[in-house]
T-cell receptor, first 111, second 111 residues
Framework: KQEVTQIPAALSVPEGENLVLNCSFT??????LQWFRQDPGKGLTSLLL?????REQTSGRLNASLDKSSGRSTLYIAASQPGDSATYLC??????????FGTGTSLTVIP | ETGVTQSPTHLIKTRGQQVTLRCSSQ?????VSWYQQALGQGPQFIFQ???????GRGNFPPRFSGLQFPNYSSELNVNALELDDSALYLC??????????FGSGTRLTVV
């Protein structure tokens, strides 16, 4: 069974700092990996999708990388802003049809 | 705005009752998945529907059931509600080359 772990569980940084969120998974036979943002009590907002054949994806200040062989992904956020404060979830889609989610990293950006 | 609508946004039910949650996509995508997210946890896969047929199910008891309609909207039904069913219920549609897009969720409280 796929297990997804996110480290750290919580992170607090001053505004303007660059930061990295980590995600690891146990089964490398994945179809794709998707990063989501979740505000308190809200649904999931998709940030980046990385297909299994890709190494990284970029969108604005966000960059996500994927290393299938080591079972790792990172989400890099440049020049953090208070509006980036949220929980960030990593989700791995196996070659079946089921997402396996981590428990998330709760990010607080301090003005 | 993700184009995925869930209703209702919140509801409170009594233990033993039955509940129906609804989900639809503006864009008519044919693959929909339902997830349960307990407080402080990552979402857990309940089941997936593709073109009105269930094609994957997570580790949830049979009192969790679903439907997908010809217009690809979907329902999640939960019978004999238990206190532990209190959670945020998320539905998401698979969008080609984009991954999954989720709705804002339904917050269910069982008392």
């Amino acid at each position: 069974k796929q297990e997804v772990t996110q480290i750290p569980a919580a992170l607090s940084v001053p505004e303007g700092e660059n930061l990295v969120l980590n995600c690891s998974f146990t089964d490398s036979a994945i179809y794709n990996l998707q990063w989501f943002r979740q505000d308190p009590g809200k649904g999931l907002t998709s940030l980046l999708l990385i297909q299994s054949s890709q190494r990284e994806q970029t969108s604005g200040r966000l960059n996500a990388s994927l290393d299938k062989s080591s079972g790792r992904s990172t989400l890099y956020i440049a020049a953090s802003q208070p509006g980036d404060s949220a929980t960030y979830l990593c989700a791995v889609l196996n070659t079946g049809n089921q997402f396996y989610f981590g428990t998330g990293t709760s990010l607080t950006v301090i003005p | 705005e993700t184009g995925v609508t869930q209703s209702p946004t919140h509801l409170i039910k009594t233990r033993g009752q039955q509940v129906t949650l609804r989900c639809s996509s503006q864009s008519g995508h044919n693959t929909v998945s339902w997830y349960q997210q307990a407080l402080g946890q990552g979402p857990q896969f309940i089941f997936q529907y593709y073109r009105e047929e269930e094609n994957g199910r997570g580790n949830f008891p049979p009192r969790f059931s679903g439907l997908q309609f010809p217009n690809y909207s979907s329902e999640l039904n939960v019978n004999a509600l238990e206190l532990d069913d209190s959670a945020l219920y998320l539905c998401g549609y698979q969008v080609p080359n984009y991954g999954y897009t989720f709705g804002s969720g339904t917050r269910l409280t069982v008392v």
